[in-house]
């Protein structure tokens, strides 16, 4: 099914007393778990990116969506350009060309690879050579390449540099994720030079993801010293990245210089050496940007669960609902419950797997059946609980779309 995005000029998902009903109107005869894409949220959301980003390409992170009917969707809209994946795996996936159509033809898969399959499927085909691009932050990653197939035995293989690009401070130490070891200019430059030096491989571009301006909350009076710290890491950012990227293109012609995610466009694009910004879960909206000062994406995909039992009178519980998402085991990982309002989930059990009890006013008047809307905290892994999406548009199920796992591919 082929989805068609057009600019947004209203934004009915802002009354949820209106939103959440009409969902659970629209999708009555779907049983649960229902996933919704909402086409009018996405639409809204994907033009929000455009809009922050100002004429910087954006490279849809496809680990923030992982469903390929999406990704057709926004890659059709001008000012979105390739995709960032996430494994070798997925890349060629992509890039393969099938009876339904021409493969992806511009991918930057965002994290190095052992997958030796992977690598000498690629490393066997010309076309697909031409449209992957693997990510190195070390000559051991290239020695990999070369142990599964010699140089003169195999296509050229595009590859780019990941700069780190976490901020050091004499106060907190190593602030944002354990990426690439390549940190200082120096040894992008040294880097840079080592990997023309060998046969086999091309250097065509550079990344850096800013996780601790992307992938922090910032909202609120006790998240001051958060933005402090993300208004030194991006003025720190800034000059050690334009300095790295100077040094690599005197070495080799770049074609792409990746930055950013959807939390930190604005701080991207403010650096003039990047030349396209990755983004992808501000397309789904999850309810992690919720804490974020500077934008407020729709949430556009949600799921509904089903009550099923009242072990108490103020008690609802639904089957399922322990989707939780990765990263540091904190509360903000679990779903959040957005309707009916008032509902909370125990502190003793949280979400489970197979049941979630939720206390709450609401609770009282839930009866067997009647279904419950959450978000969760991240966008692409909703994905991996579904085979498929609804495509809710104009109040009604127009449709669905698969994801990854509903086309039988499970990468990571």
Do not use: C
């Amino acid at each position: 099914m082929t989805l068609d995005l057009t600019r947004q000029t209203s934004a009915p998902w802002d009354d949820a007393h209106d939103w959440w009903p009409a969902l659970t109107a629209a999708t009555h005869d779907l049983d649960a778990p229902v996933g919704v894409l909402s086409v009018e949220a996405l639409a809204s959301n994907a033009y929000d990116l455009l809009d922050r980003a100002a004429g910087l390409p954006i490279r849809v992170a496809s680990k923030s969506v992982r469903v390929r009917g999406v990704l057709d969707a926004v890659l059709e809209l001008p000012g979105y350009r390739g995709i960032l994946a996430y494994t070798l795996a997925e890349a060629l996936w992509l890039a393969t060309d099938s009876s339904e159509g021409r493969g992806y033809g511009d991918i930057v898969v965002g994290y190095p690879t052992a997958d030796r399959g992977a690598l000498a499927r690629l490393a066997a085909d010309e076309k697909l050579a031409s449209r992957v691009t693997l990510m190195i932050d070390d000559t051991a990653q290239l020695d990999l390449v070369d142990a599964v197939v010699a140089p003169g035995r195999r296509a050229v293989i595009r590859v780019a540099i990941e700069l780190d690009v976490s901020y050091r401070s004499r106060a907190l130490g190593h602030v944002g994720v354990r990426r690439s070891p390549v940190h200082e200019p120096a040894q992008a430059e040294a880097l840079a030079e080592a990997i023309i030096a060998r046969r086999g491989f091309r250097l065509v571009g550079m990344m850096g993801y800013e996780a601790q301006i992307a992938g922090v909350t910032n909202a609120g009076p006790r998240k001051a010293a958060i933005r402090a710290m993300q208004r030194a890491s991006t003025r720190e950012l800034a000059e050690r990245r334009a300095e790295a990227v100077h040094r690599v293109r005197q070495v080799a012609e770049l074609e792409f210089v990746n930055g950013g995610g959807t939390g930190s466009i604005e701080s991207t694009h403010a650096d003039s050496s990047v030349t396209e910004v990755a983004a992808g879960s501000g397309l789904f909206g999850p309810h992690l940007f919720d804490g974020y000062t500077h934008f407020h994406p729709a949430p556009a995909a949600a799921f509904a669960l089903d009550v099923v039992r009242h072990p108490t009178a103020d008690i609802a519980t639904l089957l399922g609902g322990g989707w939780i998402a990765s990263g540091p085991p904190q509360p903000d990982r679990v779903p959040k419950v957005v309707w009916p309002e008032g509902l909370r989930m125990l502190a003793r059990e949280s979400a489970g797997e197979v049941q979630t009890p939720l206390r709450g006013a609401a609770a009282r008047d839930l009866a067997i059946g009647d279904r419950v809307w959450l978000r969760h905290t991240k966008a692409g892994e909703l994905s991996e609980h579904l085979a498929a999406f609804a495509l809710v548009e104009g109040g009604t199920v127009t449709g669905e779309l698969p994801t990854y796992r509903g086309e039988g591919k499970v990468f990571l």
